[in-house]
């Protein structure tokens, strides 16, 4: 059967049906984004699509139209939010404030997996950002 794409686990730090403009610190400090590395900096923006996972990994395939190298975006637009960083240097004193709403449409680089049908989304890119 066919096998449904993976996100690798940054890749779920950046999605979910429940993220609004109002949860910026929450999202951010519970999954500790940060820039990689032990110092844990605070990263200067983080964006979320509103969507849940069968949405976004359907980019991948009938609901993304392909481009180059792998790239394929998203047929309709998403709602994402914004996260600016306003103030702190490390986790866990980032704090964004409220958020910026707006409607994008989404890049995924998705990759053949191990079986022809495995699309593994490596890489969240904005598009029109």
Not at 56 to 61: L, N, P, S
């Amino acid at each position: 059967g066919i096998v449904p794409p993976v996100f690798s686990q940054s890749q779920t730090n950046h999605w979910g049906p429940d993220m609004n403009e109002h949860k910026c610190d929450d999202e951010i400090r519970v999954k500790e984004i940060t820039y990689p590395g032990p110092e844990k900096r605070c990263k200067k923006n983080n964006t979320f699509i509103q969507a849940n996972e069968a949405d976004i990994k359907a980019v991948c395939g009938t609901g993304g139209t392909p481009q180059r190298n792998n790239l394929f975006m998203s047929n309709q637009p998403f709602p994402v939010v914004k996260c600016t960083l306003q103030s702190g240097k490390r986790h866990p004193n980032c704090k964004y404030g409220k958020g910026k709403k707006s409607t994008r449409y989404i890049v995924l680089k998705c990759e053949e997996g191990l079986t022809l049908f495995t699309k593994l989304i490596t890489t969240l890119l904005y598009f029109n950002f």
